[in-house]
């Protein structure tokens, strides 16, 4: 990396020269520690305690995607944990990384997922490139009669719940279509929420393209 390098917003490194070939990368390491040392919410000073820890590893010792809330507290009590502590033991441990908790949302509460990747699983089920996942999709929905609802999801980014329903068959549903719904990544559609014939149905903005004639 050239001196230009220091007025980018990224740290445009080179990994075959290693840290002492490599200005870039090593001061990516120095921005690193700086911040982490200058973090506001300081939690690199933040006590946890020992019995949050076990909790935490045991967890993910599970192998689990996911635990419901009851598992949790149940995990909490053996590692000699205060239940009552295990909201604001999970909240911290969202903030951490370590976990994807939404304990401020009703419909959400009752869900710890313990490994990210089992989000974008699931979510990829939907949002994905299908011109490169087409075959796959197509035989897959063709042999469950979901056909013609595949045509508008990838003609019109508009999903039913019974295709949305037969793509997330083995997840939560409901816990998967409110993260979505809250992360705006699915809109009910119509947008006045009257619902045609056929059940309901959600936009899936990120699939929307533009099209040659400038229509939505």
Known sequence: AGEDAQDLPFFPTDNTKGAAGDPALRALRVAAQEAVKNDPLNYIAHEIPM???NVLDTMQKT???SLNLDDVTEIAEQ???NPDDVPKMLKLFHELGNLVYFGDHEALADTVTLQPQWLVDAISLVIRDYDEHDD????ATAANNYAEACIELKSKAVISEKLLRFLWRGYDYGYLSTLMKR?????PWPVDGNAKKG???FLVPSLLQNTADGAN
């Open 63 to 65: 192998n689990e995607g």
């Open 199 to 201: 059940g309901a149905k």
């Open 79 to 81: 590692c000699f944990a």
């Open 51 to 53: 019995s949050w820890l």
């Open 136 to 139: 796959n999709f197509k035989q």
């Open 183 to 187: 992360a705006s990544l699915l809109c």
